[in-house]
């Protein structure tokens, strides 16, 4: 049906506009909705033309949108990035068992069916499985640390020997069986994909399962020979794959040394024994370093996010600024638990759009800065990714605060950052410690500079 | 099959071509409307449900249009939170 093929075109367009509506910030709002709209019309196409059934689809879809809203809608800006990867996972699983369904269906079809049939159920597999990992990982359910199990990259390559066998197998022989031990190997694939991605890389490896569920989708329409899904999942698998490249870049390292570095990783140096010292102070003595500055430059991490502190930081950024002092704030590319994810938090708290200055902005000039407010951060400021090449992060950019005049660092303890790595710039002469909650210490800081 | 294939390569490199470059604040906000546009499976999901015969074929086959409505929704409906948060603060 002609009119039919038309409208999987027009939805085809929505996408590919809206891919690249959110590609400018200016666009990237309508461009969203076009995509919902193209979204709305190839869904209301395929419901029409649906043979049976109609009111049980009906109802699955009513379930999944009860359910999908209100988690949406509901969930806190700082677990985002958690929440992109459940609805992922949850897409590559759908491609796998609309793959199972239609091999069930159509049995005795052609041998170039049952290859992107495996394909579809494969990838959706690894897709399923490395999302609700990566989701147990930045929910902190489970530890956020490269999790190497003994000989594990051995276990991996035998993993995916086995499924490359079944994916050659299930084609030759045509067997349901083969094809959902294929599934079954795909699901373990995915977990041992994601296990060993450290803590703060693990949002690359969800833009990668996102490429992959893309490519999943792509080959689920050569399963049903439907055009409108080869093209998205194409665009998707391409764009996520692109989009992955350039977080990568973002971090200052490649690819390959991401996902599988943690199996190449040198024990650190034995410097721990050592006790080192640290110099905490109060409040006042934070407030007058403050007060009496000329320049203060702001690294807030998700720490302050998870504090909800955005607008605490903002109002000491404020005050600081009528007393003439120059605020300005240094987002790091990976701050937060995403690409770009601090940008949408401080976006959130009102803070003009100008004030964020992104690394290169910042570092040729602060050695002129007087004072480094470090909110919640810790990764992203460590000296150890630019000296110490044994270190995880060895190579990730970072701002020099170390190079600043002074340094103030407000944690809650301790403990090392979300890498897990521990920082040295806490032990430094030019550092500061303020202990306590983000939220409760800048509020405490705004009601000390105002006494000033 | 030669189509299909011929629309598979082209749209790879619309694919690379439309996100080339995209500054590091969208990175997000892309990958979130990207996923939700994978969840186009929720077509394949209602075709493959609509023509099922037997009680397995239309079990799993609901269950997709279940997981794939998740999907669809659920990102759009995150992008467009991510997106909002950027609108009020152009001049």
């Given at each position: 049906m002609t009119w039919v093929q038309l409208a999987y075109l027009a939805a085809a367009l929505c996408f590919i506009l809206a891919l690249k509506g959110l590609s400018t910030p200016k666009y990237a709002r309508v461009g969203n909705l076009v995509g919902a709209a193209g979204m709305a019309l190839a869904v209301v196409t395929a419901f029409a033309t649906a043979g049976d059934h109609h009111v049980l689809i009906a109802v699955a879809v009513v379930v999944g949108v009860v359910v999908g809203v209100p988690a949406a809608r509901q969930v806190k800006m700082t677990a985002i990035p958690q929440m992109v990867a459940l609805f992922n996972g949850v897409g590559g699983a759908a491609a796998a068992l609309v793959a199972l369904a239609e091999f069930l269906e159509n049995t005795g079809a052609g041998v170039l069916f049952v290859v992107a049939t495996a394909l579809t159920v494969l990838i959706g597999s690894v897709s399923f499985s490395g999302s609700l990992v990566t989701f147990l990982k930045l929910q902190e359910?489970?530890?956020?640390?490269?999790?190497?199990?003994?000989?594990?990259?051995?276990?991996?390559?035998?993993?995916?020997?086995?499924?490359?066998?079944?994916?050659?197998?299930?084609?030759?022989?045509?067997?349901?069986?083969?094809?959902?031990?294929?599934?079954?190997?795909?699901?373990?694939?995915?977990?041992?994909?994601?296990?060993?991605?450290?803590?703060?890389?693990?949002?690359?490896?969800?833009?990668?399962?996102?490429?992959?569920?893309?490519?999943?989708v792509a080959a689920s329409g050569y399963v049903l020979e439907n055009t409108l899904l080869i093209v998205a999942g194409t665009l998707v698998g391409a764009s996520g794959t692109i989009l992955t490249r350039l977080m990568a870049q973002a971090m200052g390292r490649p690819l390959t040394n991401i996902l599988f570095g943690a199996f190449k990783a040198v024990p650190p140096a034995a410097a721990s024994g050592e006790q080192r010292t640290v110099r905490s102070g109060t409040v006042e003595d934070v407030a007058i370093l403050l007060g009496y500055a000329h320049s203060v430059l702001v690294v807030p991490g998700y720490g302050l996010a998870v504090a909800q502190a955005q607008h605490a930081a903002r109002e000491l950024a404020q005050l600081l600024e009528s007393r003439g002092i120059s605020v300005d704030y240094g987002i790091h590319p990976v701050a937060g638990r995403m690409p770009g994810h601090m940008n949408v938090l401080l976006a959130e708290a009102d803070v003009p759009y100008e004030n964020l200055k992104e690394l290169d902005d910042v570092n040729p000039g602060i050695g002129s800065v007087d004072v480094v407010l470090v909110v919640g951060a810790n990764d992203v400021v460590n000296p150890g990714a630019r000296d110490e090449p044994a270190s995880p992060i060895y190579g990730m950019p970072i701002f020099d605060v170390d190079r600043a005049k002074a340094v103030v660092f407000m944690k809650r303890s301790m403990r090392p950052g979300f890498a897990g790595v521990d920082n040295s710039l806490l032990y430094h002469p030019k550092t500061t410690l303020l202990f306590g909650d983000a939220k409760d210490s800048l509020t405490k800081l705004l009601a000390a500079v105002k006494q000033l | 099959m030669i189509e299909?294939?011929?629309?598979?390569?082209?749209?790879?490199?619309?694919?690379?071509?439309?996100?080339?470059?995209?500054?590091?604040?969208?990175?997000?906000?892309?990958?979130?409307?990207?996923?939700?546009?994978?969840?186009?499976?929720?077509?394949?999901?209602?075709?493959?449900?609509?023509?099922?015969?037997?009680?397995?074929?239309?079990?799993?086959?609901?269950?997709?249009?279940?997981?794939?409505?998740?999907?669809?929704?659920?990102?759009?409906?995150?992008?467009?939170?991510?997106?909002?948060?950027?609108?009020?603060?152009k001049r």
């Amino acid at each position: 049906m002609t009119w039919v093929q038309l409208a999987y075109l027009a939805a085809a367009l929505c996408f590919i506009l809206a891919l690249k509506g959110l590609s400018t910030p200016k666009y990237a709002r309508v461009g969203n909705l076009v995509g919902a709209a193209g979204m709305a019309l190839a869904v209301v196409t395929a419901f029409a033309t649906a043979g049976d059934h109609h009111v049980l689809i009906a109802v699955a879809v009513v379930v999944g949108v009860v359910v999908g809203v209100p988690a949406a809608r509901q969930v806190k800006m700082t677990a985002i990035p958690q929440m992109v990867a459940l609805f992922n996972g949850v897409g590559g699983a759908a491609a796998a068992l609309v793959a199972l369904a239609e091999f069930l269906e159509n049995t005795g079809a052609g041998v170039l069916f049952v290859v992107a049939t495996a394909l579809t159920v494969l990838i959706g597999s690894v897709s399923f499985s490395g999302s609700l990992v990566t989701f147990l990982k930045l929910q902190e359910i489970m530890t956020t640390r490269p999790v190497l199990l003994p000989s594990g990259q051995w276990i991996g390559i035998g993993v995916a020997a086995v499924s490359a066998v079944l994916l050659v197998a299930t084609p030759a022989t045509g067997s349901a069986a083969l094809l959902v031990l294929l599934a079954v190997a795909g699901l373990a694939l995915g977990v041992l994909f994601v296990l060993p991605v450290g803590g703060a890389d693990v949002p690359i490896a969800i833009s990668l399962l996102n490429a992959f569920t893309g490519l999943a989708v792509a080959a689920s329409g050569y399963v049903l020979e439907n055009t409108l899904l080869i093209v998205a999942g194409t665009l998707v698998g391409a764009s996520g794959t692109i989009l992955t490249r350039l977080m990568a870049q973002a971090m200052g390292r490649p690819l390959t040394n991401i996902l599988f570095g943690a199996f190449k990783a040198v024990p650190p140096a034995a410097a721990s024994g050592e006790q080192r010292t640290v110099r905490s102070g109060t409040v006042e003595d934070v407030a007058i370093l403050l007060g009496y500055a000329h320049s203060v430059l702001v690294v807030p991490g998700y720490g302050l996010a998870v504090a909800q502190a955005q607008h605490a930081a903002r109002e000491l950024a404020q005050l600081l600024e009528s007393r003439g002092i120059s605020v300005d704030y240094g987002i790091h590319p990976v701050a937060g638990r995403m690409p770009g994810h601090m940008n949408v938090l401080l976006a959130e708290a009102d803070v003009p759009y100008e004030n964020l200055k992104e690394l290169d902005d910042v570092n040729p000039g602060i050695g002129s800065v007087d004072v480094v407010l470090v909110v919640g951060a810790n990764d992203v400021v460590n000296p150890g990714a630019r000296d110490e090449p044994a270190s995880p992060i060895y190579g990730m950019p970072i701002f020099d605060v170390d190079r600043a005049k002074a340094v103030v660092f407000m944690k809650r303890s301790m403990r090392p950052g979300f890498a897990g790595v521990d920082n040295s710039l806490l032990y430094h002469p030019k550092t500061t410690l303020l202990f306590g909650d983000a939220k409760d210490s800048l509020t405490k800081l705004l009601a000390a500079v105002k006494q000033l | 099959m030669i189509e299909l294939l011929t629309i598979f390569v082209l749209a790879v490199f619309v694919g690379f071509e439309v996100v080339s470059k995209v500054s590091t604040i969208l990175h997000t906000p892309l990958m979130s409307g990207a996923n939700a546009i994978h969840g186009v499976i929720l077509v394949g999901a209602i075709l493959i449900t609509g023509h099922a015969d037997d009680a397995l074929t239309l079990v799993l086959g609901l269950l997709a249009v279940f997981l794939a409505t998740v999907n669809v929704v659920g990102g759009f409906v995150v992008t467009d939170r991510m997106l909002e948060m950027f609108k009020g603060h152009k001049r």
